[in-house]
């Protein structure tokens, strides 16, 4: 019902900056949260930050004051701006969201959908 297409990872060197941008589409009725998690080698998925339809944010301590999220509604788009980038942000950063669909014989219900990730590379 939702694809999510990400973009923007790459190989920066520490302090440097990064930008990942998602875009959605599909069959929904709407996107309620739109977020990134990232996943190093050898550890679980983690949150990044999230935002609501409503603009309310959520972030991992590890990242306050250095990674910004943004979102357009009406494009279904989210982007986060990754500053002063440290090798411990090094992962695969994936793009998150929960639409609000409907399903054959489930009928209307919110689902959790992931995009295929993006390695983000810090260099010393």
């Known amino acids: 019902q939702v694809q999510l297409v990400e973009s923007g990872g790459g190989l920066v060197q520490a302090g440097g900056s990064l930008r990942l941008s998602c875009a959605a589409s599909g069959r929904f009725f709407r996107i309620n949260t739109m977020g990134w998690y990232r996943q190093a080698p050898g550890k679980q998925r983690e949150l990044v930050a999230t935002?609501?339809?409503?603009?309310?944010?959520n972030y991992a301590d590890s990242v306050k004051g250095r990674f910004t999220i943004s979102r357009d509604n009406a494009e279904n788009t989210v982007a986060l701006q990754m500053n002063n980038l440290k090798f411990e942000d090094m992962a695969v950063y994936y793009c998150s969201a929960r639409a609000l669909v409907q399903e054959a014989y489930i009928g209307i219900h919110e689902s959790d959908y992931w995009g295929q990730g993006t390695q983000v590379t810090v260099s010393s």
């Open positions: 935002m609501n339809i409503g603009g309310s944010t």
